[in-house]
């Protein structure tokens, strides 16, 4: 996998018919890779990553992310294997412990998340590869299961989090992490300093997969209020492990406090913040802004297409690769 790849989401509410030929043009367009989203509520993760796999013939495809508490890890295990032996090499598969009101909702929030999730990457790792199982843990036991069927290349498992601590768990677990927009390069490198990957370790390079929201226009200006609505759900707290490194984060957090909606926050947001926490604007400022990204240490930027037409949004955002 190449260090500087950039990729592109597959918006989770586009529609299905459009689904296919969306990823059909993206490869036709020169995007190393593509991004599909698992949100409660839309769509499955598994069935458009094997959608997309099936409908092209070089493009990788990431599953960005699937809850752990929402799959037993054996049958996710099953699933990624399947996928790994039908498309070797083009799968990537994202895995989290979920939004916590969206798993407390399903009854399946559990008391440590971390716990839960790096016991069953570590299961998960083991199965994909064939290998002798973990004796049983808190919450994962699959002790003795050996699939009869794994891929010769098992796909890289990365963890989709914040945050300093489940980013240092992340480090000694994970193949690699998603980095959820917005991803500024103070962002991507104060992540990839706290995760500390263990780099002797057998496995290849870690992953560092870098998601932004993203327009490409004719001018800077026409470009970021395309973004700007996009960027109300950064105002709330969740979002503060991306905005901390950088260098208005206590103005960020008072213009958040002042505001009372996530609409009245992104419409007050500065350019100078806009231009910062996306990828907006010509074709020659949002390449620079890729390479940015990329000599911060992502292995891949993921563009995250806006606008009421995420079709002709693509196309333009293709303008931007190198």
Do not use: C
């Not at 409908?55 to 996928?83: C, D, Q």
């Not at 690699?176 to 500024?184: D, F, K, M, T, W």
């Amino acid at each position: 996998m190449s260090p500087d790849n950039v990729g592109v989401i597959l918006p989770r509410d586009l529609p299905a018919g459009e689904v296919v030929s969306f990823a059909r043009r993206a490869e036709e367009l020169g995007f190393d890779e593509l991004w599909v989203v698992e949100d409660l509520g839309f769509r499955g993760g598994i069935a458009q990553a094997s959608a997309v796999l099936a409908s092209t013939s070089r493009i990788r495809v990431g599953v960005g992310i699937l809850p752990a508490g929402a799959r037993n890890v054996a049958f996710a295990a099953m699933e990624i294997a399947t996928l790994g032996e039908l498309f070797p090499g083009r799968v990537v598969v994202g895995i989290g412990h979920g939004m916590p009101h969206w798993m407390r909702s399903l009854g399946v929030w559990p008391k440590s998340p971390l716990t839960l999730l790096s016991e069953y990457t570590v299961a998960l790792t083991a199965l994909l590869r064939g290998e002798q199982t973990p004796e049983a843990g808190r919450y994962v036991d699959v002790s003795g299961l050996r699939l009869d069927l794994v891929p010769s290349t098992p796909p890289p498992i990365v963890w989709g989090v914040r945050g300093p601590r489940s980013l240092a768990a992340a480090g000694r677990v994970a193949q690699g992490v998603v980095l959820a927009e917005p991803s500024a390069p103070a962002y991507i490198r104060a992540s990839i300093e706290t995760t500390a990957f263990d780099t002797g370790r057998a496995d290849a390079a870690p992953l560092v997969v870098a998601y932004d929201i993203a327009a490409v226009a004719a001018t800077d200006a026409a470009a970021r209020e395309l973004v700007r609505p996009a960027l109300g759900i950064v105002g709330e707290p969740d979002w503060h492990p991306h905005i901390a490194p950088l260098p208005f984060a206590d103005d960020f957090v008072a213009l958040r406090e002042r505001t009372g909606s996530p609409e009245a926050f992104a419409a007050a947001l500065p350019d100078e913040w806009i231009d910062a926490l996306t990828l907006a604007g010509t074709a020659d400022r949002v390449r620079a802004g890729i390479a940015a990204r990329h000599a911060a240490g992502a292995t891949s930027v993921v563009l995250t297409p806006v606008g009421p037409d995420r079709s002709a949004a693509l196309e333009d955002l293709a303008g931007a690769l190198g």
